[in-house]
T-cell receptor
Framework: KQEVTQIPAALSVPEGENLVLNCSFT??????LQWFRQDPGKGLTSLLL?????REQTSGRLNASLDKSSGRSTLYIAASQPGDSATYLC???????????FGTGTRLKVLA | GAGVSQSPSNKVTEKGKDVELRCDPI?????LYWYRQRLGQGLEFLIY????????KSGLPSDRFSAERTGESVSTLTIQRTQQEDSAVYLC?????????????FGEGSRLTVL
């Protein structure tokens, strides 16, 4: 059974810092991995999707990597800003079931 | 539509009543998912639909929960005889495809409160 874990559960950093969020999954049979952000009381906003054959994806200050064989992904945020404060979730599209399995998220706070 | 649309955005109901939640996916998206998010918790898979294939209902927590989708259009999630533990945000998402390029897009959710 696919399980997704995110570390740390919460993170507080001063503005301008570069930071790394971690996501691990137990079964490497995935179609893709997707990173989302969720603001309080809101739905999820897609940030990056990495297909199973890809190693990384970049969008602006965000860079996500995928190491499928070791069951790990990282989301790198460069030059963090207070507007980056949100909960970040990763999800894997399990190729056995087509379900997206989510981690419990990392709650990020960027201090001005 | 431009994005995934869900209604109602908020629903307060009394224990024992039935509720219906609606999801309108992005036009052309063949896959549609329902998730439940309890306060402070992660996303819990409920059900997904893919085109005209039989839905995967493996995440529905009890027979009080059911969902329908006609073709590749609107879906409704129905909860019968609501209980207080059903209080949560119900999130709907759609994807163009189920394969490796299938990016998932979410609606804003329907917040259900059962008194």
């Amino acid at each position: 059974k696919q399980e997704v874990t995110q570390i740390p559960a919460a993170l507080s950093v001063p503005e301008g810092e570069n930071l790394v969020l971690n996501c691990s999954f137990t079964d490497s049979a995935i179609y893709n991995l997707q990173w989302f952000r969720q603001d309080p009381g809101k739905g999820l906003t897609s940030l990056l999707l990495i297909q199973s054959s890809q190693r990384e994806q970049t969008s602006g200050r965000l860079n996500a990597s995928l190491d499928k064989s070791s069951g790990r992904s990282t989301l790198y945020i460069a030059a963090s800003q207070p507007g980056d404060s949100a909960t970040y979730l990763c999800a894997v599209n399990d190729s056995g079931t087509y379900k997206y399995i989510f981690g419990t998220g990392t709650r990020l706070k960027v201090l001005a | 539509g431009a994005g995934v649309s869900q209604s109602p955005s908020n629903k307060v109901t009394e224990k024992g009543k039935d509720v219906e939640l609606r999801c309108d996916p992005i036009s052309g998206h063949t896959a549609l998912y329902w998730y439940r998010q309890r306060l402070g918790q992660g996303l819990e898979f409920l059900i997904y639909f893919q085109g005209n294939s039989a839905p995967d209902k493996s995440g529905l927590p009890s027979d009080r929960f059911s969902a329908e989708r006609t073709g590749e259009s609107v879906s409704t999630l129905t909860i019968q005889r609501t209980q207080q533990e059903d209080s949560a945000v119900y999130l709907c998402a759609s994807s163009l495809t189920l394969t490796n390029t299938g990016e998932l897009f979410f609606g804003e959710g329907s917040r259900l409160t059962v008194l």
